[in-house]
């Protein structure tokens, strides 16, 4: 039961370096998501995904690119770091969306130097 | 203001008493998760409320949902040492600010003490 795999787990980037993080799970959910997690200010959606080839912004989208060209696969990518970018990030998925059980990754703790 | 507010934000408690952290919505509530972070390690899921008056319980951890006062409360009995960790809400609130996503509350970081 592998569930939601995210990799890596520890990034440290220089600003202005672009990476993507990774995203996997073996649900077949239809329904993928990415959060930020800061101190002080919980976890804010940056972007989902509803099923393959469908994504749309969540609260904190700027920065951020993601694609959804496969159901089990949901990368987020950072285009040029930024020290703001300094997170924990988490992907979670559900069968069909945010009224069903989230399942969430382990997250990647990303700092940008 | 935050949309989602817990409270404690914080609470150390003695190993075997019993404790309850608060989640309050400003908005109306159209269900309500509840997560637990281990430091360093990402959410499990303890338990969904969907709807008002709804009580759930697992092994010493039970949650409820008051859909009037736009609140959930979760209280554990008999404490252990393996309840320690942050304790999330999650909330499925009128779509806006919040996406298609949760609105979390920034959690209650909870101690316990031998």
């Known amino acids: 039961n592998a569930g939601v795999t995210q990799t890596p787990k520890f990034q440290v980037l220089k600003t202005g370096q672009s990476m993507t993080l990774q995203c996997a799970q073996d649900m077949n959910h239809e329904y993928m998501s990415w959060y930020r997690q800061d101190p002080g200010m919980g976890l804010r959606l940056i972007h989902y995904s509803v099923g393959a080839g469908i994504t749309d912004q969540g609260e904190v989208p700027n920065g951020y690119n993601v694609s959804r060209s496969t159901t089990e696969d949901f990368p987020l990518r950072l285009l040029s770091a930024a020290p703001s970018q300094t997170s924990v990030y988490f992907c979670?998925?559900?069968?069909?969306?945010?009224?069903?059980?989230?399942?969430f990754g382990s997250g990647t703790q990303l700092s940008v130097l | 203001s935050q949309e989602l507010e817990q409270s404690p934000q914080s609470l150390i408690v003695q190993e075997g008493k019993n404790l309850t952290i608060n989640c309050t919505s400003s908005?109306?509530?159209?269900?309500l998760y509840w997560y637990k972070q281990k430091y360093g390690e990402g959410l499990i899921f303890l338990m969904m409320l969907q709807k008002g008056g709804e009580e759930k319980s697992h092994e010493k951890i039970t949650a409820k949902l008051d859909e009037k006062k736009q609140q959930s409360s979760l209280h554990i009995t008999a404490s252990q040492p393996s309840h320690a960790g942050i304790y999330l809400c999650g909330a499925i609130l009128p779509s806006g600010g919040g996406a298609d996503g949760l609105t979390f509350g920034k959690g209650t970081h909870l101690i316990i003490q031998p």
């Open positions: 908005k109306t509530l159209y269900g």
């Open positions: 979670a998925s559900s069968y069909r969306g945010r009224r069903e059980k989230l399942f």
